[in-house]
């Protein structure tokens, strides 16, 4: 297995108020970020993770905290393993949930003669902007998503017919 540099991002943010500390947990969770200790997460060392790193560190220092970003390698494979499976759990469950949701959408597009409805369009079009997300944090570039791309470009083939419009912007979502 080849072994990963990452970054970490260490960091101490003022107990009071409580909305900084909640805004950089949600920030590392929505960029995907494990931690590794108590104020120190993780990332896999990539210009993304870096620059999302680096603007997380700022406001960070914005909010009176301190931050840090170094770059790390396990000396233990092991250790390693088990970082890189983390990561990888994360978007094994949101890829599972997203296969499913692809599945349902294609007998969806199967009804006879029933147009899509409002609801259905933005529940297709909530299900690829999922997909994006969780596309941005495979850092380990699950088989899954492959499988839900040829799912989505399915449905997008499905639906030309139904809303050639809606076909377009998935598209276009798709394209990153």
Do not use: H
């Not at 914005?62 to 092991?78: C, K, M, Y």
């Amino acid at each position: 297995m080849p072994r990963t540099v990452w970054l970490a991002l260490s960091y101490n943010v003022p107990i009071n108020p409580s909305k900084a500390r909640v805004y950089v947990w949600r920030k590392l969770k929505e960029i995907g970020a494990e931690y590794f200790k108590q104020g120190v997460a993780l990332l896999p060392n990539t210009a993304q993770s870096m620059q999302q790193f680096s603007a997380l560190a700022q406001k960070i220092r914005q909010l009176g905290g301190e931050a840090s970003i170094v770059e790390l390698r396990f000396t233990d494979p092991n250790d390693e393993a088990q970082m890189t499976a983390r990561f990888k759990k994360q978007v094994d469950d949101e890829y599972t949930e997203l296969l499913s949701d692809c599945a349902n959408v294609l007998l969806m597009l199967k009804r006879p003669e029933q147009p899509l409805t409002a609801q259905e369009t933005e529940r297709i079009r909530q299900m690829v902007k999922r997909y994006r997300k969780t596309r941005s944090r495979d850092f380990f570039k699950a088989a899954e998503a492959k499988e839900i791309e040829t799912g989505i470009n399915e449905i997008i083939d499905g639906v030309k017919g139904v809303a050639s419009d809606l076909g377009k912007q998935l598209r276009k979502m798709m394209d990153v």
